[in-house]
T-cell receptor, first 111, second 118 residues
């Protein structure tokens, strides 16, 4: 039970913004939202994580709904190298959390 | 970000033999390491969690006598697939987490090891 729901696939064009949605309607107050991505035949790569407030880093932005039941990963300008499977994972806070992967969203970026 | 390495990156072995996969955190101390398995076109499945100096905790359905995990130091964990069979062929991925006090720790993944059992 991955506890999050994501679209199976999305498509975008190069240099355009991409909004990847994630539904986590049963999230508890102590759960963090993590995003990882995985390129073919590679291990997952950390993208971003957050708890309540929106977060920004050099890779992406994470917008978390006020009720925390959903979130959106934003890639501001998609490149061909952003084509990957994106996983949205909720995990309890603290140092002993486990990352359980769902099916993720396969992002295709068109040149 | 921090670097986690795995060795070997791929291995082919005969049925019935044992295979050891190493996972190292190169620039941080990993108090907790994880082992995942991924079959083609499927998501990652957590196999076990290990804390340095302790026995690994296996997820339901994972045979601890078949998948031996050792986490002897803060930078090295090993997974040994004993008496491997063709159904054990998979992509094995390790992950390491750096403890940051009581705060959420960063978790990084290795590049994976492709195991093919003939």
């Amino acid at each position: 039970d991955a506890k999050t729901t994501q679209p199976n696939s999305m498509e975008s064009n190069e240099e355009e913004p991409v909004h990847l949605p994630c539904n986590h309607s049963t999230i508890s107050g102590t759960d963090y939202i993590h995003w990882y991505r995985q390129l073919p035949s590679q291990g997952p790569e950390y993208v971003i994580h957050g708890l309540t407030s929106n977060v920004n880093n050099r890779m992406a932005s994470l917008a978390i709904a006020e009720d925390r039941k959903s979130s959106t990963l934003i890639l501001h300008r998609a490149t061909l190298r952003d084509a990957a499977v994106y996983y949205c994972i909720r995990a309890r806070g603290g140092s002993n959390y486990k990352l359980t992967f769902g099916k993720g969203t396969l992002l295709t970026v068109n040149p | 970000g921090a670097v986690v390495s795995q060795h070997p990156s791929w291995v082919i072995c005969k049925s019935g033999t044992s295979v050891k996969i190493e996972c190292r955190s190169l620039d941080f101390q990993a108090t907790t390491m994880f082992w995942y398995r991924q079959f083609p076109k499927q998501s990652l499945m957590l196999m076990a969690t290990s804390n340095e100096g302790s026995k690994a905790t296996y997820e339901q359905g994972v045979e601890k006598d078949k998948f031996l995990i050792n986490h002897a130091s803060l930078t090295l964990s090993t997974l040994t697939v004993t008496s491997a069979h063709p159904e054990d062929s998979s992509f094995y991925i390790c992950s390491a987490r750096e403890r940051q006090g009581s705060a959420i720790g960063w978790q990084f993944f290795g590049p994976g090891t492709r195991l093919t059992v003939l």
